[in-house]
Structure formats: C-alpha cells, structure tokens
C-alpha cells in the first residue's frame, strides 16, 4: 500500500480542477458562423445551383421539364440574337466605363483646385447618384421626346436640327449611355478625388523646382500616382454597367426593334416574357461566366497599377 502526501493530493486535484476548466472553457466560434453560412447558402449558393440545374433541364413555365444536358448552350451558339444583344451589352459597358471615367477625372482635377465653394458645387455634382434609376429613365425619356424634348430644343438654339435620341437605332445605346454617365461621373469623381488626397506633395514640389509645367506635372506625376484609384472606378463602372437592366429598360424595353436589347434585357425576355426559364438559366450561367472572367481581368490590371507612397 502506498501512503501519498496530503500535499501532493492537494497539488493533482488542482492540476486535475484546472484542465477540467479549461476543457470547459475552450471557446467555440461554430454558433457565431452557422447563421453566417445558412444565410449565405439561402441566398447565394442554393440559388446559383438551382440555376446551374435548370440550364441543363428544357422547361417552358407550366410544362414538365425534361433533362437535355448541353442542349441549351448548344443553342446559345448559333442565336443570332444572343450574340447581337452580347456585342449591344459591349459597346453599352465600353462607353458607359469611357466617359465617366473621363469627364470624371476632370472633375476630380476641378473640384481639387482652390475653387470658390467647392464643397457647396461637390455637393451639387453628386446629386444624380441620389436620384433612383427609374425615375431618372421617365425624366431622361421626356428630356428625349422627339417633339416635346428640351434637348432637341436646346439644340434649336445652336442651329441643330431636332434628333431622334433614344426612338432611333443608330442613335440608341449613345443615348443611353449619355444618361449613364450624367449618373455615374459624379463616382468616379469621388474616387478619384481620393486618390488625388491621398498623394504626396513631394514631388510637386521637386518639379516646381526643376521647372516643370502643369502638363508635365499631371502626366508624369499626377496621372502615374491616381491610375490606381483610376482601375478601382473602371472596376465598378465596368461591373455595373455589364449588369445594367433598370434605366434601358423603364426607357427603351431594348427598342426600337432590338437595338438597345442588352444580354440582360434578352434574359428576361427569354425567361419571364417567353417562359423558357431552361434556357434563360443557359444564358445566366454564360452571362455569370463573362463577368467572373471581366473582374478577374480587371483585378488583375489593378493589381499591375500600385504604388508606394
């Protein structure tokens, strides 16, 4: 028989009492993400499957659907349609990302300045992005009447005959876009003011000394030092514009004819105007795709553009 110290007996029942503790006390972060992951499941991935699941089905809203594996995306490929809607949604999102970005940077080169009630004007130039796009679309659309438009009137005033705006088919998706960026420059404005805030003076003043002039001090200093801040815009103008679906259209529903009928406005058509919800879900898979790819693209680029301040 072996006679332990009480000492020792003391000494094991803490060391016991104290792993017992902390055996108990060990933190778990599983019932903080569970909701996390159950939302997220909801709202994102289950969607998303469910989509990728109709792409492959044929199903005409109230008719039984039937397995057809690649059918749908086989058709995607000689669609006329499709492919004059993709290269509308192109041209929209190169000249919706083109002119904000530029009108925008000059702004943001204004609105830097020493300019008299500045901030008074910054608030008035972001206004338009307050406004919902809806309501934008009906004041933009009368601003566009052909007869009754003040834009064909104020054109009048400079000798310039009336135009058709948005109710020709040449003349459409430039319109539109007019309307885009009268919304958006005001964004890129903002970022890019940022990134003018952001910059340091050093080096203006080093070519101040070297005699520099203001051409060359935005060409080879600003510019260079703001292209970051300038990727970011295209970034979200880019992905926006690409997705673009309530102001073309509450204006156009993608008239006359298809002119304006972007690949978002040919998916709704496609889906709940011709209730052929298989290969709707075709075209949201391969629209998906194509923005997957343009934001790795563009990240990409942004990523080649840093700096160190």
Avoid: C
């Avoid at 949604?89 to 204004?110: E, N, Q």
């Avoid at 690949?263 to 795709?289: E, Q, T, W």
């Amino acid at each position: 028989m072996t006679i332990t110290a009480p000492g020792t007996m003391t000494s094991e029942k803490q060391n016991a009492g104290t792993k017992a503790g902390k055996s108990r006390l060990k933190p778990s972060y599983w019932p903080f993400v569970i909701p996390a992951l159950v939302i997220v499941g909801a709202v994102i991935i289950f969607p998303w499957v469910f989509t990728l699941w109709m792409s492959v089905n044929e199903w005409h809203l109230g008719g039984e659907k039937s397995f057809v594996g690649l059918a749908n995306f086989i058709r995607l490929a000689g669609d006329q349609r499709f492919w004059e809607s993709m290269s509308h949604t192109v041209l929209y999102t190169v000249l919706s990302v083109v002119a904000p970005l530029f009108l925008g940077t000059i702004a943001a080169l204004v609105f830097d300045s020493k300019l008299p009630m500045r901030g008074l004007l910054r608030g008035i130039f972001v206004m338009p992005m307050m406004a919902t796009p809806v309501a934008i679309a009906l004041v933009w659309t009368m601003m566009f009447h052909p007869q009754l438009g003040v834009l064909n009137y104020l054109l009048s005033l400079i000798g310039i005959g009336p135009q058709e705006w948005i109710f020709n088919q040449n003349t459409v998706i430039p319109s539109l876009v007019l309307v885009e960026t009268w919304q958006w420059t005001p964004l890129v404005m903002l970022i890019v003011l940022g990134g003018l805030a952001a910059m340091p003076r050093d080096p203006f003043e080093s070519a101040e000394i070297d005699g520099a002039n203001g051409w060359q001090k935005f060409r080879y200093i600003t510019l260079p030092m703001i292209l970051p801040f300038m990727m970011v815009a295209v970034i979200i103008r880019s992905i926006d514009a690409l997705k673009s679906f309530d102001i073309i259209f509450a204006m156009t529903q993608g008239g006359p004819g298809t002119a304006s009928e972007t690949i978002n406005i040919y998916l709704y058509n496609v889906a709940f105007a011709y209730y052929d919800i298989g290969y709707g879900s075709a075209l949201a898979v391969v629209f998906f795709i194509v923005i997957i790819t343009m934001s790795l693209a563009l990240l990409y680029l942004r990523q080649r553009t840093k700096w160190n301040s």
